[in-house]
Nanobody, 127 residues
Framework: QVQLVESGGGLVQAGGSLRLSCAAS????????MGWFRRAPGKEREFVAA????????YYADSVKGRFTISRDNAKNTVYLQMNSMKPEDTAVYYC????????????????????WGQGTLVTVSS
């Protein structure tokens, strides 16, 4: 079983950058697909980005495409989300998630839940 711990959240000005990390424990990380989701205040959960176990397949929400980059280092059991050109509408709690099925962590279907979730990290973008 994989356990996930996010870090790297904080306050940033519009146009700035942050890098989120999600450290995983457990021997199945390297075979797990990983995803980032976010939930803004008063809004539903939103898919952000996903990456398959090998890093060969990557998916982004249209709202972050060209600004955010997901990557993973299986040797370090860590997945990253580099966020550039940030906007106030990026303000949210960001969660990483893991599942054996890439399509589950890449889903925009709010009724489909990845198997494992982190506790979340708050990102605030000021205007």
């Amino acid at each position: 079983q994989v356990q996930l711990v996010e870090s790297g959240g904080g306050l940033v000005q519009a146009g700035g950058s942050l890098r989120l990390s999600c450290a995983a424990s457990g021997r199945t990380f390297s075979t797990s697909a990983m995803g980032w989701f976010r939930r803004a205040p008063g809004k539903e959960r939103e898919f952000v980005a996903a990456i398959n176990w090998s890093g060969d397949n990557i998916y982004y929400a249209d709202s972050v495409k060209g600004r955010f980059t997901i990557s993973r280092d299986n040797a370090k059991n860590t997945v990253y989300l580099q966020m550039n050109s940030m906007k106030p509408e990026d303000t949210a709690v960001y969660y990483c998630a893991a599942d054996s099925d890439t399509l589950v962590v890449a889903t925009t279907d709010k009724d489909t839940d990845p198997e494992i979730w982190g506790q979340g990290t708050l990102v605030t973008v000021s205007s």
